[in-house]
């Protein structure tokens, strides 16, 4: 499986973003997909998944909504309200699971930068 993700950038406090991870692979259909962000000095952590039913990071629910699309093997980040803490690399993520866990996945993406300025 291969990753593509796309969509950071530049946005102020309170804006909105909406970041894509498009999959090459016939499995993406059954496989868990997530979105991760590693922030300058920290380590990487989980942002959202979604798998059949969606699961967040205490830090983005009710900001943040990850969907998919199985006809275009894509997943969406939609991130509203964003703050500056948000700044961080962004990475989407896969994993052969039936379930929707939040971390053990083994393929990555390259990462979109996305920054929130004050």
């Known amino acids: 499986v291969q990753l593509q993700a796309s969509g950071g950038g530049l946005v102020q406090a309170g804006g909105s973003l909406r970041l894509s991870c498009t999959a090459s692979g016939s499995t993406f259909g059954s496989s868990a997909m997530g979105w991760f962000r590693q922030a300058p000095g920290k380590g990487r952590e989980f942002v959202a998944a979604i798998n059949g039913y969606t699961v967040y990071a205490d830090s983005v629910k009710g900001r943040f909504t990850i969907s998919r699309d199985n006809a275009k093997n894509t997943i969406y980040l939609q991130m509203n309200s964003l703050r500056p803490e948000d700044t961080a690399v962004y990475y989407c993520?896969?994993?052969?699971?039936?379930?929707?866990?939040?971390?053990?996945?083994?393929?990555w993406g390259q990462g979109t930068q996305v920054t929130v300025s004050s």
């Open positions: 993520a896969a994993r052969s699971s039936v379930a929707v866990p939040t971390t053990g996945y083994d393929y």
